[in-house]
T-cell receptor
Framework: GDSVTQMEGPVTLSEEAFLTINCTYT??????LFWYVQYPGEGLQLLLK?????DKGSNKGFEATYRKETTSFHLEKGSVQVSDSAVYFC????????????FGKGTKLSVKP | GAVVSQHPSWVICKSGTSVKIECRSL??????MFWYRQFPKQSLMLMAT?????????EQGVEKDKFLINHASLTLSTLTVTSAHPEDSSFYIC?????????????FGSGTRLTVV
């Protein structure tokens, strides 16, 4: 079945460091791909998405490119801030017009001043 | 933008009692809503898909008699944890797709922290 594999954390970076969180997927067809962010004690917020191959999603300085050839959707940010500290989830749409999301295990990011 | 409101945000209940969690789509209609459960430091696991006007579809291993789902209108789905026990303590999150299709992204409620004592 469909699945998402996400690099394990936690990831600890200094402020202004470069961030990469790897995400690969297994799916039939061409799913939409998402990155969600969860701040402590809160629900999930959509960070960015891509709906087809070679699409680049971007938001708040974060970027991810839908790579069909490598089945990847790695999250990157050039310069992280303390406020970026959160848990990041990679997810794919399970298909169909009302399909659910399949999540990776999440990667906790801590950014130190 | 599309908003999903979830209530309550946290609840503490005694073992053996039932707890109802509400999930409302505030500015769109949702024929389908999803209920997830998240254990500490773990990912979200889909519990069930809530369908307006029909029975929910439960994932394997989820007890439908314990986690009652009612989707009586296009803007409201409820999850009732019946006869709660400490092992039911978890973070429950609902979501819906405003555009009715995964491509438009899903909106999540803010979650409900359930603690059973």
């Amino acid at each position: 079945g469909d699945s998402v594999t996400q690099m394990e954390g936690p990831v600890t970076l200094s402020e202004e460091a470069f961030l990469t969180i790897n995400c690969t997927y297994t799916a039939t067809g061409y799913p939409s791909l998402f990155w969600y962010v969860q701040y402590p004690g809160e629900g999930l917020q959509l960070l960015l998405k891509a709906t087809k191959a070679d699409d680049k999603g971007s938001n708040k300085g974060f970027e991810a490119t839908y790579r069909k050839e490598t089945t990847s959707f790695h999250l990157e940010k050039g310069s992280v801030q303390v406020s970026d500290s959160a848990v990041y989830f990679c997810a794919l749409g399970a298909g169909g017009s009302q399909g659910n999301l399949i999540f990776g295990k999440g990667t906790k990011l801590s950014v130190k001043p | 933008g599309a908003v999903v409101s979830q209530h309550p945000s946290w609840v503490i209940c005694k073992s053996g009692t039932s707890v109802k969690i509400e999930c409302r789509s505030l500015d769109f209609q949702a024929t389908t809503m999803f209920w997830y459960r998240q254990f500490p430091k773990q990912s979200l696991m889909l519990m069930a898909t809530s369908n307006e006007g029909s029975k929910a579809t439960y994932e394997q291993g989820v007890e439908k008699d314990k986690f009652l789902i009612n989707h009586a209108s296009l803007t409201l789905s409820t999850l009732t944890v019946t006869s709660a026990h400490p092992e039911d303590s978890s973070f429950y999150i609902c979501s819906a797709a405003p555009g009715g299709a995964p491509n438009y992204g899903y909106t999540f409620g803010s979650g409900t922290r359930l603690t059973v004592v």
